[in-house]
């Protein structure tokens, strides 16, 4: 066990694939780090970039541009490969496109006799996620998307703003899928242990209206990203960071991730956001809250509108 080293291989190396590798570097959460991309050139590149830092980072890390062999030692997979949404398109039309490229990536992970966990980090993410899950073969617990995690990132920060307190002590979630039909938790939002409405109801110069444009602010970050510089990269790589340690380091961790049901919420065979403990096995449990009706009937939908995208692509891919 002492020599055991940490080894996390990042399939895709576009802009979020190689904005996570740098943040994985500056936070030294990995002993190795391997770069596989069907571009060799710009994962070559990568690496060698990366590697100039070195003298900077906080801890000693290897990093090589690879192959999908060097999957076989790897803890943790990340996929980030994949088509890119586009001005004016959501997360949903990406589905046939993406669910082809994951086919092939998750066959070569497979072969290289890897036997880790593999987080999905590309869009549609639940639904990819379910198709990964399938396509591998791995349990359940193994397979986790960064399901709401940005999503709930974006709704503290901005609830922070707003109230002047620091995002890290706002305490709420999204949920659902990672796309338009994701809802806030009202029900479970505090901040100090004093609930969001408290807040608004005793405090002057906060209402209500503005909350529900928070929300809509979060829902439509990614649309507001991409109109101004094309992509979203910098928020989800740290926050596939943040969720890297939480499985390296075994914390047990609750992030909102993409995880599978199984009766919880009310829902079964569907990888969705939700809270989840993480840990060196992966999802080690889902939290389930308890919503309010309207909560219920929002998330109902969200559900619902996943299972109808994916029916007509992934079930006839087996």
Sequence with gaps: MLNRVNRVAVIGTGFVGSS???????????????????????????????????????????????????????????????????????????????????????????????????????????????????????????????????????????????????????????????????LPVWSHADIAGTTISEWTKNKQGYHQKDLDEIFVNVRDAAYQIIERKGATFYGIAMGLVRLTKAILENENSVLTVSAYLEGEYGHNDIFIGVPAVVNRNGIREVVQLDLSKGEQEKFNHSVQVLKKTMEPVLFNND
Aim: proline share 3%.
């Design 20 to 182: 996570y590798a740098f943040a994985l570097l500056n936070q030294g959460i990995t002993e190795e780090l391997v770069l596989i991309d069907v571009n060799k050139d710009k994962a070559e590149g990568d690496a060698m970039d990366l590697n100039h830092g070195l003298p900077f980072a906080p801890s000693r890390t290897k990093i090589w541009f690879g192959s999908y062999a060097d999957c076989q030692n790897a803890d943790v997979v990340v996929i980030t490969a994949g088509a890119n949404q586009k001005p004016g398109e959501t997360r949903l039309d990406l589905v046939e496109k993406n669910t082809r490229i994951f086919k092939g990536i998750v066959e070569e992970i497979m072969e290289s006799g890897f036997d880790g966990i593999i987080i999905v980090a590309t869009n549609p993410v639940d639904i990819l996620t379910y198709a990964v899950w399938k396509f591998s073969g791995l349990p359940k617990n193994r397979v986790i998307g960064s399901g709401t995690i940005l999503d709930t990132a974006r709704f503290r920060f901005l609830l922070g703003d707003y109230f002047d307190v620091d995002t890290r002590n706002v305490h709420a979630y999204i949920i659902g899928e990672h796309g338009d039909t994701e």
